[in-house]
């Protein structure tokens, strides 16, 4: 279909009906820098869809019904730097999915049906500064979920079922400016899921629309906002109790209506 075509850099396909692309159907496109393939039928995305795209920077495959990413799909794919994969039938991440993708900065994977992030799946994306997975399935946040991502910067996790976010999770992100915690089923959030010594940059908290117990487990980020935590939308941030705090916004709790003992130390804390 593209023969006699090398220096083509754009192709827009979206909104079609393709559900099938054949071996190799773009690898004469040497000079491609932006592959638009949304809105169509697409469900598997096989290693030999964009083979030999060695200069490949843009690919939109949002809004389709991939269910399913082979193995190293992106191996030749090695400029890629913004990847949308948004809007599909996703239902768990693993490490071979991205592997080789060192200059990709932007990985959109909001609105499918993931549930689960295998440990390691992102370590690849030395480069990533933005990582979408809002409207999700994910409940549990585990330790080794974002292991590799030392440049992020932007993390959305809202509108998932979130109620547990495990010891050190972000411990290597380093690099976090703002993490969306919004609209999940959240209760507390462990001091230990940072590593404070070891960022250098402000965070911004999004945590409204969650069923926030507000106790001495909150301490620590009441003592972080005075330093390197922003709470934000803080006075949309209901407390669901205990009874005594119920339906306040967390702008109006001060640390002594927490119960706060050792300023800005929650009982869980654990030492990095």
């Not at 279909?1 to 192709?11: A, D, E, K, S």
């Not at 933005?130 to 585990?142: A, S, T």
């Not at 010594?197 to 999004?206: K, S």
């Amino acid at each position: 279909m593209f023969q006699g075509l090398p220096n083509l850099r754009i192709i827009w396909l979206g909104a079609n009906l393709i559900h099938e692309i054949q071996p190799d159907s773009f690898k004469v496109l040497t000079s491609l820098t932006e592959l638009y393939l949304e809105s169509n039928r697409l469900e598997i995305i096989n290693e030999t869809m964009f083979a030999n795209l060695s200069n490949l920077e843009k690919l939109e495959l949002h809004s389709n019904l991939i269910h399913t990413i082979e193995h190293d799909c992106f191996k030749d794919n090695t400029a890629l730097a913004r990847l949308t994969l948004s809007s599909n039938k996703l239902e768990v991440i693993n490490k071979k999915m991205f592997s080789g993708l060192s200059n990709l900065t932007e990985l959109s994977l909001h609105s499918n049906l993931i549930h689960t992030v295998e440990p390691g799946s992102f370590q690849d994306l030395t480069a990533l500064t933005r990582l979408d997975l809002y409207e999700n399935n994910l409940e549990v946040i585990e330790k080794k979920m974002f292991s590799g991502l030392l440049n992020l910067e932007t993390l959305w996790l809202d509108s998932n079922l979130i109620h547990t976010v495990q010891a050190k999770s972000f411990k290597e992100n380093t690099a976090l400016t703002l993490l969306d915690l919004t609209g999940n089923s959240l209760q507390t959030l462990p001091q230990c899921v940072f590593d404070p010594d070891n960022h250098p940059c402000g965070l911004t908290l999004r945590i409204w629309l969650n069923p926030l117990r507000c106790d001495e487990s909150w301490c620590w980020v009441k003592q972080a906002e005075e330093d390197w935590i922003t709470v934000d939308w803080a006075d949309m941030t209901d407390c669901a109790g205990p009874v005594t705090l119920a339906g306040r916004t967390w702008d109006t709790i001060t640390q002594q209506e927490l119960n706060c003992t050792t300023p800005g130390q929650s009982p869980d804390y654990q030492p990095f």
